[in-house]
C-alpha cells in the first residue's frame, strides 16, 4: 500500500529528496501569499510562513528552479502572526492570510501592489497609497459558492476545494469571511443538497447570496442592495461587489477622484448593474454607461429609472461599442473602467486613446492585468496621478485596486 512517506512515482530528486528538512528564514511573501525563502541560493515555497520567520519546512516537489515545501515548524515567529479563527484554515484554499494580523495584511498586499506596477507595468516612481482597509475583516462577503462532488463520493463534501489542489474538495461547514446570515443559511442549503445527493451525476456550485431581500440561492431571481442611499438590483447568480461594508467606500474614493477637475461627461465602461454610472450622475449632464451582459445593462436602465437618475444611458455590447454612440468629446469628459480580472483588450483601449477623455478612473481586481493596460494608457499620453488599493478581500490574497490617470 501507498504510504504518505513513500517517494511519489514522478518526484525529482534534485535538489532535494523527498521530505527532505530545511531550515529557513522567509524573506517575502509572493503574490499566491506563500512565503518564499531562500536555501543558499535556491528558491523554497512555504505556504503559510511569514516574511521574517525562521521555520522548518518538508520538501514535497521540486521544479525547475525552486522548490516546494510543507510548513513543519514554526521556531522564530513573525510579531505579526496571530491565530487563525477559522479551523479549517490552511486545509481550506479559500483564504490565504488568516496567520497574519491585519495591519500586516494591508502592508503585504501594498507591497505587492507596488511589486507589480514596477514588474509588469513599468512604472517608476509611483507612489501606492496604504491600502484603504475593509471595515470588517471578517463576517463581510455577502457571496459564497461551494461546491460538492458528484453522488459517487464517499464522504460527500460540501465546501471548497483543498488549498493547493485542483480536484479535491474540503467540508465547510461554516465560512468566517462569509456574513454571518449566510452562515445561518448554510447549514439548512448543506442539509437540503445532502438530503438529494442521489440526484448528482455531476459536481455541482451552491449559491447564497445575502441580499435585502434575505439569503438568495435561486441564481437567476433578481435581488436587491442599497448603496449610499439608492437601491440596485441584479441577478442574484451575476456579478455585484460582494463586500457591501467597504462598497461605500470604495464608491466615494472613485466619485472624489473622477470629480477633482469639473467635467460635463461620464462615461462607465464594464458598468454591471449602474452602481458607479448612477451614484455619479448627479455631478454630470449626462452619463454612458457600457455593459456586455444584456440583463445587466438592463437593470441598469430600471436602476437608473427606480433611483430617480433621468440623465443615464446604457448601451449593451462590448466596452468598444460605446465609442460608436457617444455625442460628446473626450475632454469634456471623464471614463470609469471596472472590467473583470482579465482586464481589457487591446480593441477597446486603442478606441479609448483615440476619444481621449480628460479623467480615468480604473478599478481592478487584478493589479496584474490592470498594471499590464496602465503601460499602455500611460504610453498613449496618460499620467497616473494616483493608485489606491482597497482591501476587498481580507484574509485572502486578492485586493482590488484603483488607478487614476489624466490626460498628459
Ligand atoms: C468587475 S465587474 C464591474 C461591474 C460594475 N462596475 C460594478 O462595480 O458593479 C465587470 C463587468 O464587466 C462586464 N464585462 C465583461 N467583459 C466585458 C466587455 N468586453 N465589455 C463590456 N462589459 C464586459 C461583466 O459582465 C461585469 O458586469
Known amino acids: 500500500m501507498w504510504r504518505m512517506t513513500e517517494t511519489p512515482r514522478n518526484f525529482n530528486p534534485e535538489p532535494y529528496p523527498y521530505h527532505h528538512e530545511l531550515e529557513l528564514i522567509v524573506e517575502t511573501l509572493t503574490n499566491l501569499g ?55 484554515f490552511g486545509q481550506c484554499g479559500g483564504c490565504q492570510y488568516q ?17 507589480l506596477m514596477e514588474r509588469i507595468g513599468g512604472l517608476e516612481n509611483v507612489v501606492v497609497e496604504p491600502v484603504h482597509g475593509s471595515p470588517k475583516e471578517y ?9 460538492h462532488p458528484n453522488r459517487q463520493s464517499k464522504d460527500f463534501p460540501i465546501g471548497f476545494l483543498r488549498y493547493g489542489r485542483r480536484n479535491q474538495i474540503i467540508d465547510v461547514p461554516q465560512c468566517p469571511i ?16 445532502h438530503a438529494k445527493k442521489e440526484k448528482f451525476k455531476r459536481g455541482s456550485t451552491l449559491l447564497l447570496r445575502h441580499t435585502l431581500e434575505g439569503v438568495i440561492t435561486d441564481p437567476r431571481a433578481t435581488v436587491s442592495e442599497q448603496v449610499l442611499g439608492k437601491v ?69 436602465r430600471v436602476n437608473a429609472a427606480a433611483n430617480g437618475v433621468t440623465n443615464a444611458t446604457f448601451t449593451i455590447g462590448k466596452s468598444e461599442a460605446i465609442f460608436a454612440s457617444l455625442s460628446f468629446p473626450g475632454e469634456e469628459s471623464a471614463m470609469i473602467i471596472d472590467p473583470p480580472r482579465a482586464g481589457c483588450d487591446e480593441v477597446f483601449l486603442r478606441q479609448l486613446l483615440d476619444f481621449g477623455p480628460k479623467r480615468l478612473v480604473y478599478v481592478s481586481c487584478d493589479p496584474a492585468t490592470q498594471a499590464r493596460d496602465l503601460k499602455i494608457l500611460q504610453a498613449g499620453g496618460y499620467q497616473i496621478e494616483r493608485i489606491q488599493p482597497f482591501d476587498l478581500f481580507p484574509q485572502t490574497r486578492h485586493i482590488e485596486n484603483v488607478a487614476t490617470l489624466s490626460r498628459a
Not at 99 to 115: A, F, N, P, S
Not at 185 to 193: G, T, V
Not at 265 to 284: K, M, N, P
Open 34 to 88: 506563500h512565503g518564499l525563502a531562500r536555501d543558499n541560493n535556491w528558491v523554497v515555497m512555504v505556504p503559510f510562513a511569514l516574511p521574517g520567520e525562521r521555520v522548518r519546512a518538508r520538501v514535497f516537489r521540486n521544479h525547475k528552479n525552486y522548490s516546494d515545501a510543507d510548513l513543519v515548524d514554526v521556531l522564530e515567529p513573525s510579531p505579526q502572526r496571530v491565530e487563525p479563527p477559522c479551523p479549517l
Open 99 to 115: 496567520h497574519l494580523d491585519y495591519t500586516g495584511q494591508k502592508e503585504w498586499k501594498r507591497g505587492q501592489v507596488v511589486d
Open 139 to 147: 463576517h463581510y462577503r455577502s457571496k459564497l459558492t461551494p461546491h
Open 178 to 193: 462569509a456574513t454571518d446570515a449566510i452562515n445561518e443559511a448554510l447549514p439548512i442549503e448543506r442539509k437540503k443538497i
Open 232 to 300: 440596485y438590483e441584479f441577478q442574484a447568480g451575476e456579478f455585484f461587489q460582494n463586500n457591501p461594508f467597504i462598497l461605500p467606500e470604495l464608491i466615494e474614493y472613485v466619485l472624489e477622484q473622477i470629480g477633482r477637475v469639473k467635467l460635463r461627461y461620464l462615461v462607465d465602461a464594464y458598468c454591471g448593474v449602474g452602481v458607479f454610472a448612477l451614484s455619479a450622475a448627479r455631478h454630470f449632464e449626462q452619463v454612458a454607461g457600457v455593459e456586455i451582459n444584456a440583463q445587466a445593462a438592463e437593470q441598469a
